[in-house]
């Protein structure tokens, strides 16, 4: 209906939609003060680097590709199951919501690319402003169900239960610390990429060259390490505009944490592996950015 039709309502109703869902957070900042809790572990998590000079970005896109096609198949194996099964339980309800934003924000990015010449100027930055702020709702959620030392401890030991299942009876079985060391990278690491994963959303979802006037003076005006991380990532997947010298100087600014200068980093390198960047570029990504260049290792 969003597609076919520009009745106000529609887009009313859209609107009203979003604005209720995950409404009891506030959007997240990503500021210093937000993520101290994130920022004290940022030692378990992966750091970023560049791909070497011999890298092929063709063959970096068709693996993410062939990627993105195996997770949209295991996706839908499971909204099938998840079908078959009446669970009434928190953890399903939360599901749907979730489900429910995604889908919401990915019809608020249809309605603002395809009429981005019929609807007005405010009601655009509305509707990005909005669509933007229910990520970020998701992201505070998030972090209320992640920051408490409680909650840490109980996901961390989980998941060395579950390694010690898998090494048991091992030739080179880990130790006890060993095992609670890995738990926690893995732990840290997947909450990383959660956050990495929605700036990522939020940037595919509405982003837009059509929108790039209306995207600078939504972020603007909500000045926030997130709202940064949202312009660039889409000043740089829509406009292949890296503005290496204009990122080094924000994310030196005192209101940014260890943890949201990490995420920039890999949207800097998720775009450079993207496309073909030449010696005299990448070396002003390293001296101004800190970005190495290696391979990582799993």
């Given amino acids: 209906m969003s597609h076919h039709s520009n009745n106000a309502c529609i887009l009313q109703e859209i609107l009203c939609n979003a604005k209720s869902l995950f409404n009891k957070f506030n959007p997240a900042t990503l500021t210093k003060e937000e993520l101290l809790f994130f920022d004290d572990e940022i030692g378990n998590i992966i750091k970023a680097a560049l791909l070497p000079k011999n890298y092929s970005p063709e063959k970096v896109r068709a693996e993410k590709l062939k990627k993105k096609d195996h997770i949209e198949n295991v996706n839908e194996r499971h909204q099938e199951e998840a079908k078959k099964k009446e669970n009434e339980e928190i953890a399903e309800e939360l599901a749907i919501e979730l489900r429910r934003s ?26 990005f402003e909005e669509g933007m702020n229910v990520h970020l709702r998701i992201l505070t959620s998030f972090f209320e169900l992640i920051k408490h030392k409680e909650q840490q401890n109980v996901l961390v030991d989980f998941i060395k239960n579950r390694l010690n299942i898998i090494v048991k009876d091992k030739s080179k079985e ?125």
């Fill in 102 to 127: 995604i889908k919401t924000v990915e019809v608020m990015g249809i309605v603002i690319k395809n009429r981005s010449g019929s609807l007005k100027k405010d009601e655009l930055e509305n509707v």
């Fill in 174 to 298: 880990p130790s006890k610390d060993e095992l609670e060391t890995i738990a926690k990278k893995i732990f840290w690491n997947t909450n990383f990429f959660v956050v990495f994963g929605f700036i990522n959303k939020i940037v595919h979802s509405l982003g837009s060259d059509k929108l790039q006037a209306i995207v600078d003076k939504v972020c603007s005006q909500n000045d926030t390490p997130a709202t940064f991380l949202v312009k660039h990532g889409i000043l740089m997947w829509y406009k292949k505009n890296l503005q290496t010298a204009n990122i080094a100087e924000r994310i030196s600014d005192d209101s940014f944490s260890e943890t949201t200068k990490r995420i920039m980093k890999f949207m800097i390198v998720h775009h450079c592996s993207m496309h073909r960047i030449d010696f005299k570029e990448k070396q002003k990504i390293q001296n101004e950015l800190g970005i190495p260049t290696k391979r990582l290792l799993a």
